[in-house]
Structures are given as C-alpha cells and as structure tokens.
Nanobody, 124 residues
Framework: QVQLVESGGGSVQAGGSLRLSCAAS????????MAWFRQAPGKEREGVAR????????FYADSVKGRSTISQDKAKNTLYLQMDSLKPDDTAMYYC?????????????????WGQGTQVTVSS
C-alpha cells in the first residue's frame, strides 16, 4: 500500500497558476500508475491527469488539456500537477491516486491508494 500526501493547493484568481505535489511513501516511478483526480461540491470525482509507470504515456482530461502538466521526480517519489490559466471551474478538492501497473483509465474505483486531498479555489 502506498501512502500519498498532497500539498500545494490554495486560493488564486482566474488566470493564475498552482503546482500541486503528491509525496509517495515508497518508490512508485517504475511500477505504479499515478493520477490526479478532483471533486467539486455536489459533483462526482473526475480524472484530471494520469501517467503510466516509467512515465510512458501521459493522459489529460479534456477540461485541463493544454493548461496542465503532470510530471514526476523519481528521486523524490513525488508526483506533480502544474496548472496554468486556472478557471473558476477548476475549483475542487484535488486528490492523488495510485495503482500498481498501467493506468486503468479514469475509473476512480480502480485506483487502490488515495491521498487526503488538497483544496484548489479559483476566484473570478
């Protein structure tokens, strides 16, 4: 089981940027799919970005494509999500998730390990 701790959320104005971080308790780079999900009040949890083991294959939700970048620092066992040109619709709790092997798409129930989340609030 991987323990995940997110950080980097905050309150920004529309058009601003944030970089979210997710520190993993063990080495995940070569064997785990790592992903970011988000959940806004009253809405279902949705996938934002994911990366396959070894960084082979990066996928983004249409809602963030072109504005966000997922990356990893394998030496630090840390996953990042750089978000630019933020919009009020990006306001949500952002969660880091992990599962062994290749990413199983955007179905959140197929991810085994989750962090506690970090809040992102974008004001207009």
């Amino acid at each position: 089981q991987v323990q995940l701790v997110e950080s980097g959320g905050g309150s920004v104005q529309a058009g601003g940027s944030l970089r979210l971080s997710c520190a993993a308790s063990l080495y995940t780079y070569s064997t785990y799919c790592m992903a970011w999900f988000r959940q806004a009040p009253g809405k279902e949890r949705e996938g934002v970005a994911r990366i396959n083991p070894g960084g082979v294959g990066l996928f983004y939700a249409d809602s963030v494509k072109g504005r966000s970048t997922i990356s990893q620092d394998k030496a630090k066992n840390t996953l990042y999500l750089q978000m630019d040109s933020l919009k009020p619709d990006d306001t949500a709790m952002y969660y880091c998730a992990a599962v062994a092997g290749n990413c199983p798409g955007w179905t959140s129930s197929r991810y085994n390990d989750w962090g506690q989340g970090t809040q992102v609030t974008v004001s207009s």
